[in-house]
């Protein structure tokens, strides 16, 4: 009928297909890939940390020196490029000496540049750029 709305169900996927999926995700993260640790705020200096990324998983300790060859798990690999920065945030000032605009960026603190073939979109390794650019009223 015109002007009824029809519910749309949402397809969930049963619980075992999701548990696959972890599954397949943690497999895939295990995979080791061959990269040079990159330490943007303290050249030639070390970092340590600790990292777990799935329940069951034992806690491991990594220290890790710029500019070195590691193989490591492409999930620590990932981790190494999407939270290796921190965000500055500043204003623009209009000739009326007025702010208008803030503006953000990330600084890069370190990556993990691959030696192997990989998505490109997980192991991006270029400078701070602006990531926010908001309009004060």
Same mark, same amino acid.
């Given at each position: 009928?015109?002007?009824?709305?029809? *519910?749309?169900?949402?397809?969930? *996927?049963?619980?075992?297909?999701?548990? %696959?999926?972890?599954?397949?995700?943690?497999? @895939?993260?295990?995979?080791?890939?061959? #990269?040079?640790?990159?330490?943007?705020?303290?050249? %030639?200096?070390?970092?340590?940390?600790? +990292?777990?990324?799935?329940?069951? =998983?034992?806690?491991?300790?990594?220290?890790?020196?710029? #500019? !070195?060859? +590691?193989? &490591?798990?492409? #999930?620590?690999?990932?981790? &190494?490029?999407? %939270?290796?920065? +921190?965000?500055?945030? $500043? +204003?623009?000032?209009?000739?009326?000496?007025?702010?208008?605009?803030?503006?953000?960026?990330?600084?890069?603190? /370190?990556?993990?540049?691959? &030696?192997?073939? $990989?998505?490109?979109? =997980? /192991?991006? $390794?270029?400078?701070? !750029?602006?990531?926010?650019?908001? @309009?004060?009223?």
């Amino acid at each position: 009928m015109p002007g009824i709305a029809q *519910k749309t169900a949402v397809k969930e *996927k049963p619980i075992h297909q999701k548990k %696959n999926d972890l599954e397949y995700q943690r497999d @895939k993260d295990r995979e080791k890939v061959k #990269g040079i640790f990159r330490f943007f705020e303290v050249p %030639n200096g070390e970092v340590s940390f600790v +990292y777990k990324a799935y329940k069951g =998983d034992q806690v491991e300790k990594y220290t890790l020196a710029d #500019g !070195q060859v +590691y193989t &490591l798990p492409l #999930g620590v690999a990932k981790h &190494l490029n999407k %939270n290796g920065w +921190y965000p500055i945030h $500043t +204003y623009e000032v209009d000739e009326a000496n007025k702010s208008t605009m803030r503006i953000g960026k990330k600084i890069r603190r /370190f990556g993990f540049q691959s &030696l192997e073939f $990989t998505d490109e979109t =997980d /192991f991006l $390794t270029e400078p701070s !750029q602006i990531v926010t650019a908001q @309009k004060v009223l």
